[in-house]
């Protein structure tokens, strides 16, 4: 199970912390990643790291101001948000599998992650 926590209300530019608790069984080589998804729109990857952090993939979009990371010993997975744009105002999803991914490409697709959390709503306003 993933528990997603840390959304609220910011204005732009400011920052916000996503977290990502995962309980029960866990693949160490499956990827875990954030997806958004705004009001009226398809869900957007936005992050995912793999291989107990030793490798991070970005949305171009996010590259730069957002930070993927994680924490083992907490099972937990963070999402550093800086320089928010009232664009992204969105739930967020945290979400894995229960495999490690043959492809770099799959990683970015959100049909690939066998679970999800609840999501948490990240509102930046102009």
């Known amino acids: 199970q993933l528990q997603a926590s840390g959304g609220g209300l910011v204005q732009t530019g400011g920052s916000l912390s996503l977290s990502c608790a995962k309980s029960?069984?866990?693949?160490?080589?499956?990827?875990m990643a954030w997806f958004r998804q705004a009001a009226g729109k398809g869900r957007e990857f936005v992050a995912a790291i793999v291989s107990n952090g030793a490798r991070t993939y970005y949305s171009d979009s996010v590259k730069g101001r957002f930070t993927i990371s994680s924490d083992n010993a907490k099972n937990t997975m963070y999402l550093q948000m800086n320089s928010l744009k009232p664009e992204e105002t969105a739930v967020y999803y945290c979400?894995?599998?229960?495999?490690?991914?043959?492809?770099?490409?799959?990683?970015?697709?959100?049909?690939?992650?066998?679970?999800w959390g609840q999501g948490t709503l990240v509102t930046v306003s102009s």
């Open positions: 029960g069984r866990t693949w160490s080589t499956a990827p």
């Open positions: 979400a894995t599998a229960s495999r490690s991914f043959a492809s770099i490409r799959a990683i970015y697709t959100a049909v690939n992650y066998d679970y």
